[in-house]
């Protein structure tokens, strides 16, 4: 017998918890000058490199994923994660006024900042959503192929946080490698095809 599918409040609740933890993470990154993986890597390049806000540019970053996104999870998928980059990019943006990180750790940020990303985008696999860009790919390859979901993104990962190493040193670098890859094993160990049957 199949599990019951997530209701509307389930899905809005664990949209706000990924997307706060989400957020959360970057923070620890950024304070740490460090970046991670995917289009939060990406943005977190240009925002050393520009100055600008890591939010907007994330949420810009993924605009040409949507409709991938619509064209291979459906309207729902797509506009779940629309809600959910338009939340984390507010989110992003007002974190500094709740929270002030004056000292980090890098090892510290690497490890738990990667970790606490991995929790909010698993958060968002759960119910339906993603943070858009490799993420859409990923869970495409998870829910139609089979293929491990972690996996997909180490591959994506290494290399764009190795286009990060104009804006970062080889310290930072390496310490980037490893948040992305304790993001990735959130995923690995926790998102399985037939572990989890909630959605």
Request: aromatic fraction near 10%; glycine fraction near 12%.
């Amino acid at each position: 017998m199949s599990a019951p599918r997530h209701t509307a409040s389930e899905d809005i609740h664990s949209i706000l918890i990924g997307t706060s933890f989400i957020a959360v993470g970057i923070a620890l990154l950024k304070a740490a000058g460090l970046v991670t993986g995917g289009i939060a890597g990406l943005a977190l390049t240009l925002s050393y490199a520009t100055g600008w806000q890591v939010g907007l540019l994330f949420f810009a970053l993924n605009i040409p994923f949507y409709e991938l996104a619509r064209r291979t999870m459906g309207w729902t998928f797509t506009l779940k994660t629309l809600a959910t980059n338009a939340l984390l990019a507010g989110f992003t943006a007002a974190l500094p006024l709740w929270l002030e990180l004056d000292r980090v750790d890098p090892l510290f940020a690497a490890l738990f900042g990667g970790t606490i990303i991995g929790m909010g985008v698993l958060a968002l696999a759960r119910h339906g959503s993603s943070v858009g860009g490799i993420g859409v790919l990923a869970t495409y390859m998870h829910e139609r192929r089979g293929v491990n979901a972690g996996r997909v993104q180490i591959a994506a990962d290494v290399l764009i946080i190795a286009s990060a190493f104009s804006v970062i040193d080889w310290s930072k670098l390496a310490l980037s490698l490893l948040s992305a890859a304790a993001l990735s094993l959130v995923i690995i160990v926790n998102h399985r095809p037939g572990r989890y049957t909630g959605y």
